[in-house]
């Protein structure tokens, strides 16, 4: 069997590595916010092109700390609108709710998956504060774009690079330094994951940084004093020293993802499954590969016959969710016609030379 993602095998290479962390840690005896944050924290900010990184407990704590910090700063209050768009894994949604925010729900465009700018100008009334683009799959949104509307509208910019790690428009336009503050995600099956839950904010907003490396520890800077309401949100000191190794590794496996991509854009010629768009430049990352089929559980199960396992991102629209039963009578034609037809298939730097060639093989026999 080829499975989806083996994170065994994907995090072999580092495992001298970690180890000999692991001992340093062990011998240190330091285990909350102590230098391997810090180093994290200086290098993916560097990584990203921003002056600031702060560490989190994981993705979704980022987006919520950041819609936080601004409502701190005034520059957010509870019950503005922010655009997300519908297509997005629910946490971009949740992130907006748990911040006392309203979240607006704006279609994709149906060859990239990516929130269509030509939508979201209509979807704006005197309540929208803040534009919430998901970079999904890895490609980057057209943020020029986005950004354009927002600055003529006033409103905040806040990136949801939780699957982009790495993916750029150019040396100095990268994923985290495309906004006013993004945040990222270092869940295990990233292209940057930890070994655990992990996450991070990325801003050159001084003010809101200074907020946020706050608000993540109570609220506190100096132990027992606390200045604003906060939580327990802090990335742990080992998962920012397991990071900081892969982190060196990140750009070799972003180029294998797209040499795999390319193979697979230029040799799976099956008349009955759609290829994503891309257009061959560093702008997608390729986190996840998705194709689209009109008949996806006929498409999964023959590929499981073969040997090949598959995932579907997402089954269930957001608007369809149990959780967010008040929207289950909205309508998005193209959100649904993305969750319906939806396979992602293996590629990530674990797999063999012969594996992706099966996968190309099984494909085209379909």
Known sequence: MIHFLNLRKLNQPFEVAFQKKMKQFLDGGWY?????????????????GT???????????????????????????????????????????????????????????????????????????????????VHLYGQL??????NEIAQKHNLL???????????????NEKAGNLSNAAAFSFYPGKNLGALGDAG?????????????????NYGS??????????????????????????????????????SMAKRYLSEIKSDKIMLPNWDLSQNHVFHLFVIRTSNRLALKNYLKQNGIETMIHYPIPPHKQKALSNWNNLSFPITEKIHDEVLSIPLNSGLKASEIQHIITILNQY
Do not use: W
């Open 32 to 48: 909350i916010l102590g230098n391997e944050v810090k180093q994290f924290e200086i290098d993916f900010a560097s990584y990203c």
């Open 51 to 133: 002056k600031h990184c702060i560490g989190v407990g994981n993705g979704l704590d980022a987006l919520v700390l950041i819609f936080k910090g601004y409502i701190h700063l005034g520059k957010l209050q509870k019950g503005d609108e922010v655009i997300v768009p519908a297509n997005s894994y629910i946490a971009s949604i949740l992130a907006v709710l748990q911040a006392d925010l309203v979240p607006v729900l704006v279609e994709p465009r149906l060859e990239t998956f990516n929130i269509n700018p030509e939508e979201i100008e209509a979807k704006i009334t005197s309540k929208t504060k803040a534009i919430l683009p």
């Open 141 to 146: 949104c057209e943020m020029k774009a986005i």
């Open 157 to 171: 910019v806040i990136e949801d690079a939780a699957q982009a790690h790495g993916s750029q428009f150019s040396e």
């Open 200 to 216: 991070s904010i990325t801003t050159s907003d001084n003010e809101l940084a200074e907020v946020l490396f706050s608000m993540r």
């Open 221 to 258: 800077k100096v132990k027992y004093e606390n200045e604003i309401i906060g939580v327990n949100s802090r990335l742990d000191e080992l998962q920012s020293a397991f990071l900081n190794i892969k982190l060196k590794q990140l750009d070799s496996e972003n180029e294998f993802r797209r």
